[in-house]
DNA sequence: AAATAGACGTA
DNA sequence: CGTACGTCTATTTA
């Protein structure tokens, strides 16, 4: 690893540091969960603790001479009085963080480091007039700020470090930077901003204008006074927006602009620092309840960082301590190919294995028992950590190398291998698997079929585990989660893009074995940093209990996979592609000319401008959009002109047979040779809300909503020795977990009924007898109740069922007066996710979204709505896991032949063996049925057929 | 060659 | 101005 150490040490000029430190206390705090960082008195400490590391962070890496921070200050400023509803938008700091404040200035005073707050200026002011005494001064000035106003300040003496997505990924934003990002110079960025506008201070700008055209603009008339000069030269609508906005830009760029020169009563010989208080700094910690690490971390960079020349820097230095370095040691690694050195290997470490008996042995058969909080905590260190090497994809595994590792030691096995160190590692794996660590239980079982070994549970997966702890985020490879998790700097040069899995047979080079060692040990330490986590939010019983045996389940669906009639499949294909040809040629007709169905851009000027057509609506980058709503709405609108509608039509008709052929021919090409069967893969770690996803091909997509679609579900056969596909789904799940959650009597009452659901609830939604519901009543009732869980809009239900958003509003209302609970259960979601900061399902699984603190509407709303909407898809999708497993234990335990070929959400397919049709329809029924208890039944229904069109019910 | 946009299939 | 996904094609960007 090289130590990226440029910075100032080279230049002879002096660095001076601005921070805005409420950017920074926001940030702080919303990238630390409040939970884990609060004393016992209750007093959250999240943001003081991020601010610390984080500034530390930042000092490490720049290495300033001197340093300020600036607060903005309760009270208006000079720009409420320009523009009244400035920031008006923006929502109070939650409590938690206000109180945080006060202790962040206590921290920086007992560290020795100037802070200043103006009364009516702002901090960015403040930052701004510090910035322009440092260049005055001769110095370089960073100014360390994660709101955009401050890039007017950069210039070849001042850069913005401005946080990416995650805050150590600091953007040096200099001229350049600026210009490559927006296309104007830092000192015409106020220009471009005041055009824009700031959703997030409730400043408008010219609606229709984003960066692009700003800057456009801008360059063509070099100044905001151009553009008002010649605002009548722009022609177009957004000429036409422009000059009906221009006081507005002018107004906003008066407010935008810093002001430079503030008397602040402090000088640059003020802004040293490294003094500290150790008696104060000592009394804060103990207050905050801080650990010692923290302490020395802090301490680390203060005591050595700033006052000092930058002669002294080389020396003073601490080595590159921005990123938690962490040594990953290699363990000792062995090959070996006889089974007499992998005994004696094994011998000389059991010894260092010391995983307690209650957890290695522990199955969580009773599923009732969920809340059973079994905790792994110090076990992950006395384990075995097993990996292997090779080609994961279900139907084609291929095992190149296995390792184990006990702590500081390995062996290496490469495959195949000989007879007696098979029957070795297959008796080792059935006796060790629950004192075993993984990363990725299920691409392992691939890798160890293709060698015929097995490995029942393992204590611990790191891959679910970074799942549990961040569904949101993703890591595509195992140097991603460690670069994540763990907070390191691979180097990725050497090895192969996907993680653990290498293509290339011939990778035996020397290379190799250091790469896989290093695999070892991120995993190693990816258990130790995730299993506290783990314990520490009771998620144990979900990884063991649900995600690990799940995970086996999905081995075997994907190593089994799904019979496909070909012939079948390639003639459709090739039905649908004559359809498709033939309304492509109609389409053509009308157009007069040969223009491509599928670029939305040639269709754009078709529909638009040679039609002439009135567009509907836009997409989210402002062109029209040519979606199947708005062609449909086109259709209608266009009976006169016949030529158009003869157009619309033939497109309409070629979108869909075109769209149903690429599935066709999707699944033709995914079908694997040697079977016949298509064989996906279920991603377990990628669905933010726990659901599982399907890739190559994705089998959860196949249509279902007409019957041209419909058909191609004909095509999913039974394979040799089978007779049938049994289809299973969930009846309305989520909205039975709405009741049950909720407590709603009137919603439980509804499905204890066993009438007719959307009926039934239409009835008393509209006070009539159920013999009076008309065709319209039920579906809208309906469309009603499946938008509850989504956060669907009255304005989205109005759209949606072609009624005016009065009656959507209407029937919102009548529906919530009649299931009260269900209203403020929904409400409470968003509530308690605001304040813990994530969402949680019935079994634990959680959910973080620090977007509902975003002082963007858009996001904010965005985030809510998923808010309200993770607990209940999640929680379908944890009872569906724990069905699945007692489903296939049910079909294990009587020894039927059937099993479970597909999970499409709330529906199970299964291949059914000759004669067992009636027995597994009922195992698997009452696996589903039965999952978990709810205050109301969990309905099932199943159909069975000779082909899974023929099987749906 | 890789990234983005737009469209559309499912629950 | 409805959540959660994956895939295809055209088009832009490096």
């Not at 920074?24 to 016992?40: G, H, I």
């Amino acid at each position: 690893m090289t130590d990226t150490v440029t910075l100032n040490s080279g230049s002879s000029k002096h660095t001076l540091l601005v921070v805005d430190g409420h950017s920074l206390a926001f940030r702080a705090f919303f990238a630390m969960p409040v939970d884990n960082f609060s004393t016992s008195t209750g007093q959250a400490t999240n943001a003081v603790w991020g601010f610390a590391t984080m500034l530390a962070q930042v000092i490490d890496t720049e290495q300033p001479d001197l340093l300020g921070v600036a607060f903005d200050v309760k009270g208006g400023t000079f720009r409420n009085e320009l523009l009244p509803q400035y920031k008006g938008t923006r929502e109070a700091a939650p409590e938690e963080l206000l109180t945080q404040l006060p202790l962040i200035q206590r921290l920086l005073t007992a560290l020795g480091v100037t802070y200043i707050e103006k009364p009516g200026y702002e901090g960015d002011d403040v930052i701004a007039t510090l910035a322009t005494m440092g260049d005055h001064a001769g110095y370089h000035t960073l100014v360390l700020s994660g709101d955009r106003d401050a890039f007017q300040l950069v210039d070849d003496n001042v850069t913005v470090l401005y946080p990416g997505h995650h805050f150590k990924d600091l953007k040096h934003m200099d001229p350049q930077a600026i210009i490559d990002k927006y296309k104007v110079t830092p000192a015409q960025y106020p220009d471009l901003a005041a055009l824009r506008g700031e959703t997030a201070d409730n400043i408008p700008g010219v609606p229709g204008v984003g960066d692009g055209f700003a800057a456009k603009w801008i360059n063509q008339y070099g100044s905001l006074e151009g553009i008002a000069a010649h605002a009548d030269e722009i022609g177009g609508k957004k000429g036409e927006s422009l000059r009906a906005n221009i006081d507005q830009v002018m107004l906003n760029r008066k407010v935008n602009a810093l002001v430079r020169d503030i008397d602040l009563g402090v000088s640059l010989n003020d802004l040293t620092f490294g003094s500290i208080d150790a008696g104060a700094l000592d009394t804060l910690f103990k207050e905050l309840e801080f650990g010692a690490r923290t302490k020395t971390r802090v301490l680390k960079t203060f005591n050595t960082g700033g006052g000092q020349t930058a002669a002294d820097q080389g020396k003073g230095r601490p080595d590159n301590q921005s990123q938690a370095e962490l040594d990953l040691n290699l363990p000792d690694n062995t090959a070996i190919s006889t089974v007499q050195q992998f005994d004696a290997w094994i011998d000389e470490h059991r010894h260092d294995i010391a995983v307690s008996e209650e957890v290695a042995a522990f199955k969580a058969k009773d599923f009732s028992d969920h809340d059973t909080h079994i905790i792994i905590g110090e076990n992950v260190h006395h384990t075995w950590t097993l990996a292997a090497w090779g080609d994961d994809r279900p139907g084609r595994s291929h095992v190149q190398a296995l390792a184990i590792e006990a702590g500081k030691h390995a062996v290496m096995i490469a495959f195949p291998c000989e007879a007696a160190l098979h029957e070795a590692l297959n008796a080792f794996l059935s006796q060790e698997h629950g004192r075993i660590i993984v990363h990725g239980y299920k691409e392992l079982l691939h890798l160890l079929a293709a060698a015929h070994l097995d490995l029942d549970l393992p204590l611990f997966d790191t891959k679910l585990a970074g799942y549990l702890a961040q569904p949101d985020f993703h890591a595509d490879g195992l140097i991603q989660a460690a670069e994540h998790f763990l907070d390191i700097q691979v180097d990725e040069e050497t090895q192969p893009a996907q993680g653990m899995l290498d293509f290339d047979a011939e990778s035996t080079q020397p290379d190799a074995d250091e790469q896989r060692l290093r695999d070892l040990s991120i995993i190693r330490e990816l258990a130790g940093t995730l299993a506290p986590v783990i314990d520490q939010r009771e998620q144990y019983w979900l990884m063991r209990a649900v995600e690990l045996p799940v995970s086996r389940v999905l081995f075997e669906m994907e190593r089994d996979g799904a019979k496909i009639d070909t012939v079948r499949l390639r003639g459709m294909r090739d039905q649908f592609a004559q359809d498709a040809r033939f309304a492509q040629e109609t389409a053509w007709q009308f157009a007069g000319s040969q223009l491509n169905l599928q670029s939305p851009k040639q269709l754009q000027k078709v529909l638009f401008e040679d039609f002439g057509l009135k567009p509907t609506k836009r997409t989210k980058s402002g062109s029209y959009t040519t979606n199947a709503s708005a062609l449909q709405d086109l259709y209608i609108r266009s009976v006169d002109n016949e030529q158009a509608n003869g157009f619309l039509g033939a497109l309409l008709r070629h979108r869909e047979t075109n769209k149903l052929k690429q599935i066709v021919q999707s699944l033709i090409d995914a079908v694997n040779p040697a079977d016949e069967r298509i064989h996906t893969t279920f991603e377990q770690t990628v669905a933010a809300t726990g659901r599982l996803s399907s890739v190559d091909p994705n089998l959860q997509n196949i249509p279902n909503r007409n019957a041209a679609g419909r058909e191609i579900r004909g095509v999913f056969v039974p394979g040799e020795g089978y007779e049938s596909l049994l289809s299973c789904d969930y009846s309305q799940v989520e909205l039975r977990i709405m009741a049950d959650l909720s407590g709603d009597e009137a919603l439980i009452e509804a499905f204890r009924s066993g009438m007719d659901f959307h009926k039934y609830v239409a009835s008393m939604v509209y006070k009539l007898p159920v013999e009076e519901i008309t065709g319209d009543q039920r579906s809208h009732v309906k469309a009603m109740s499946y938008g509850l869980a989504y956060g669907l809009s009255t304005y989205g239900l109005a759209q949606q069922l072609k009624i005016a958003p009065r009656e959507a509003e209407s029937l919102k209302n009548r529906y919530f007066e009649t299931f009260g609970k269900v209203h403020d259960y929904l409400e409470s979601l968003v509530t308690t996710a605001r304040s813990k900061g994530y969402t949680e399902t019935m079994f634990g699984r959680r959910r973080y979204f620090p977007a509902l603190q975003s002082t963007n509407r858009v996001a904010r709303d965005a985030a809510e709505r998923a808010a309200l909407n993770a607990p209940i898809q999640g929680s379908a999708a944890d009872i569906m896991k724990i069905a699945m497993i007692q489903a296939s234990r049910a079909l294990r335990e009587a020894d039927v032949r059937s099993r479970i070929i597909l999970q499409i959400h709330d529906e199970l397919v299964v291949e059914v063996a000759p004669g067992e049709a009636d027995q597994v329809t009922a195992l698997v029924r009452n696996a589903m049925e039965h999952a978990v208890e709810l205050a109301v039944p969990l309905d099932v229904s199943c159909g069975i057929g000779a082909d899974w069109q023929l099987a749906a019910h």
